[in-house]
Structure formats: C-alpha cells, structure tokens
C-alpha cells in the first residue's frame, strides 16, 4: 500500500484551490483539453440545438457558453470552487454546488435536462453510482450523459514508476493514490484507484448502458506540432469517452 501524502486532503477541497490553475492550463496552445478532449467530447454531444445542457462539475463554465452560443437553451453549470466566467451569455446559469447529488442543489430541483455532462468531473463523485443514478433522473426522454475519465492505466503506470511496481500490481491495488498535478506542484490530490470493469459496473448498477466510446487521440498534424504530447499520450494512453443513456431507452428501440 502506498504511504498517504500528508498534504494530500479531500479533492473538492482542493479542487477549490486548483481550479483557476486548470483553467490557464487548459487554454494553453498545447493542452490537451484543447487539442484532443473537447473535440472528441464537442463531436458526441452534436448538434445542441434546442437541447438543454447540466454541465456538472463544470469549472469555470466556459464549455457550457460555447454550447450555449452553438444554440444549447437553459442550460446549468454547477461547480464546488464558484471561480465562474464574468457575464456568461443569456440561457447559462452557473451555480456553485457538489455535483454528487444534482437534487441537493436548490437551483437544480424538478429540473431535467438533455444532456448532462462530467467533462473530468466524474472522479470527484462521493457515491458513483448514487451520483449517476441523480444524473440519470434528471434526464428528459432521449437524453443522455456524456463522461469522461483519465485510463485508469495512466495511473497505474505512475505508480508502478514512483514506487518500484508493476504495472499489474497497481491497477489492480485498492489503496488510494496520492499525486500532485502539473497545474500546480504545491497542491496534492488524493483519489480512489479503479479499474475498466469498476467503471462499466458503475454505469450498470445507475441502470445505464454505453451507446458509445471513444478513445480520442491526436490528429497526424497536432501529433507533429507537439511531438512531446505525442508522447505523453503514448505513455499514459490519454481519456475514456461514454455516451450514456437509461436502459429503459434502450429496451424501447426493441419494441
């Protein structure tokens, strides 16, 4: 088992204090975010128009007006740290609150959405299931949540390199994994390990089924202009991509 990082503390705590961190980083020329995770995620969700978005877990909710101005109508944003874009345009509402229970959010209550998004969100859920199950609730027919989440090889393969592992060992472990990110070498996270089938029976048990999933990488001309992106990505594999939907859906396209 891995020793805990005595600086490491709860991780909406300290997501509170990274946020605007994440932000700069992600609008960086060479994010990642930038250049593989939000063109992936943008080309899932289609055409928004007309659809009414919950961004959970949204950060500073500048996703959420995009899709707003791409035509999205009443659309929500809520995040633990409140850091929020000045003026957001008409039909976003942005709210700090947990995304763990979407109902325990005033702002959310007898709302329903057409999508819902965990855009790297996911992970800071309390209960996954529990948390799934809310989002599944508030989601009007023919909706569905679109998530995301780092390969769990990723830090698998972080581990077994910090403490002398293998890379089986770590996937497979239990103990939490404790790591600082390069947003900000000051601040530590500490997390839940998982593994792809800890994944897949989390959607199954909320009573979702996967529609689609991606693995999204770099396009030949990005992999050539940021070659050390390249090789991040060839290392740590990069994020899952789901599109979920009830499975009450799903048994209705066999009637």
Known sequence: MTARDPSARNPSQVWQELSADYEQARAREDSLDRLVEWPAQRDLLGDVTGR?????????GGKLAELVRDGAVASAGVDIAGNFIAAPPAGVELMRGDLSDPESVPELSGRTFDRILFLQSFGYAKDPVHTLRAARAKLNPDGFILLTR?????????????????????????????????????????KRTYTMSDLLNAFSAAGLWIETAVEPQLTEEDARRHPHKQAWLNKYLGILIFKLRPLSSRFASFQ
């Open 150 to 190: 780092t390969q769990p090889i990723r830090y698998a393969v972080e581990r077994a390199e910090k403490n002398g592992t293998t890379l089986g060992e770590e996937y497979f472990s239990r103990a939490d994994y404790t790591y600082r990110t390069s947003w900000n070498d000051h601040l530590a996270l500490t």
């Open 52 to 60: 009414s978005i919950l961004d959970l877990g949204c950060g500073n």
